[in-house]
């Protein structure tokens, strides 16, 4: 599977099933995974967003290249719940 590129109109793979708990956001996205490794990713597509969650600016559907501002670096997973 290859890693799609969301901000030039990639989608997730139509065999790609899982999807990742997003820290405490109360959302779940889908993430490049080699092997479940999201060592690779830099992008998120918001998959699931709770109904009762804290404020946060992810909504579902939404492609994320970036957080608080600034572009992912590294594991978009560990990113996303950093302080």
């Keep these: 599977m290859s890693n799609p590129d969301f901000t030039k109109g ?3 793979p139509a ?3 899982h999807d990742w708990t997003l820290g405490t956001t109360g959302a779940r996205g889908w993430i490049f995974s ?3 490794s999201t060592s690779e990713a ?3 597509a918001i998959t699931k967003v709770a109904k009762v969650r804290l404020p946060t600016r992810l909504e579902r559907g939404r492609r994320d290249s970036g957080c608080r501002g600034k572009a992912v670096l590294y594991d978009p997973r560990t990113e ?3 302080p």
């Design 34 to 36: 080699d092997k479940l």
């Design 15 to 17: 065999d790609a099933k």
């Design 10 to 12: 990639g989608v997730i």
């Design 42 to 44: 830099r992008q998120i």
């Design 80 to 82: 996303l719940a950093r």
